[in-house]
């Protein structure tokens, strides 16, 4: 959500509502067309990401949303398909989505369809969810779920995932979730959720091997569960918003991790917003991982079994700690209103952030993380 579109929500708590409402998936109560483009790099991996997005209000209710997003890719990283480190390879991936809701008296309900391809990966989504407004209009339940139905063939030869006779590899997910946000107050709002999702099917990396043990190996099931409060203060006085987030995640792969996120958000004009946020993430790793990295760096033995079962070469499943400190300003560009040619934007917001993303996992890397955007009613 939009600062310009936080201000015109009822009450002083508008900037700690943006987040929630947004959370929430609740429909947006406008027309309204985005655009943003994301780019990120780390040492051997930059991705360029363009996205735009148009909502529409219906009569009686109903709303649409339809997006689209384009993930170019280029890595110099066995695991991205390269087959080898030393070459180059860029990677085109275009995911569409639609988003059909209906709001009946107090009730929203929303369908939603995504589809996303490259070369060799291929996925369907379907979710759904229900938010009910309760407690006049002060509290939001919402009850969400989905499937997801995934394929994949690897580049040059025949995984062994793949069925007699078939060159694929497929994976199955099922997702639900229930949220609850309640306003305590006109300046302040908490929030909490429950998430799972079980996963039946390849989960490993097609061109990703651990030597001494050839193309990587995990479990064919996985289940993960995410719990997140959520807090948000307004200071009308000083036009100040403070936001709090924690999730803990756990899954059967024994992976747990816990993010700490703050965000501060700052009213620097009537059309000026400065938002500054730090989130640290720690993780402990999968129960059948180790550091083979480390084995081949020091010229040592792999530290999996010669009958090890499984044999991940994810750096990911590995302990993990990142920290992200983050930037942003958005800026309501109603100045351009008498503007020639410029003042077609003076109706939207731009925003522009900048991220710092550093964490403990040499393999992986620190990363730069720029986004622009451009949000405007019609």
């Known amino acids: 959500m939009t600062p310009a579109v936080a201000r015109r929500a009822s009450g ?14 609740i429909a947006r109560g406008e027309n309204l067309i985005t655009v943003r483009a994301v780019y990120f790099r780390e040492p051997s991996t930059r991705v360029v990401q363009p996205i735009a997005e148009i909502s529409h209000d219906l009569p009686d209710g109903w709303d649409v949303r339809a997006s689209y997003l384009l993930d170019a890719i280029t890595s110099a990283s066995v695991a ?30 929303n369908v939603a369809y995504h589809y996303s391809a490259e070369s060799d990966y291929w996925s369907h989504t379907a979710s759904g969810a229900v938010t009910q407004h ?7 339940l919402q009850v969400s779920g989905g499937v997801s139905f995934d394929s994949m063939s690897s580049r040059g030869r025949t995984p062994s995932c793949a069925k007699p006779g078939e060159l694929d590899c497929y994976l199955r997910s099922y997702f639900g979730g229930v949220g609850y946000t309640q306003i305590i107050s006109p300046v302040f709002i908490v929030q909490a959720s429950v998430e799972a999702s079980y996963l039946d099917g390849f989960q490993a990396n097609l061109y990703r091997s651990v030597p001494g043990h050839g193309y990587e190996a995990v479990p064919d099931t996985r289940l993960r569960v995410a719990v997140a409060p959520r807090a948000a203060y ?10 709090l987030h924690y999730r803990y995640y756990r899954d059967s792969w024994s992976v747990g991790s816990h993010t700490v996120e703050g965000r501060f958000f700052q009213a620097l004009s009537d ?7 730090f989130r640290q993430y720690f993780q402990r790793s999968a129960d059948f991982w180790c550091d083979w990295m480390e084995a081949v760096r020091q010229n040592l033995p792999s530290c ?26 958005s800026w309501e560009a109603t100045r351009l209103r008498d503007t020639p040619f410029l003042g077609w934007f003076a109706a939207g917001t731009f925003e ?12 992986l890397g620190d990363a730069h993380l720029l986004q622009v955007g451009y949000a405007m009613p019609y």
């Open 12 to 25: 002083p708590a508008a900037v700690a509502l943006a987040v929630v409402v947004t959370a929430a998936s």
């Open 80 to 109: 991205a398909g390269t087959l080898t480190g030393d070459n180059v390879f860029t990677e085109i991936r275009n995911e569409v989505g639609l988003q059909i809701g209906k709001r009946i008296a107090r009730t929203q309900i």
């Open 134 to 140: 309760v407690w006049g209009d002060t509290g939001l």
């Open 234 to 243: 307004y200071f009308p006085g000083t036009g100040s918003g403070l936001q």
């Open 271 to 277: 059309d000026l917003e400065l938002r500054l946020s």
């Open 304 to 329: 999996y079994a010669a009958d090890a079962r499984y044999y991940p070469g994810d750096p990911k499943l590995a302990p993990v700690r990142t920290s992200m400190p983050e930037i942003k300003l």
């Open 352 to 363: 522009i952030s900048y991220a710092r993303y550093f964490q403990n996992n040499a393999t």
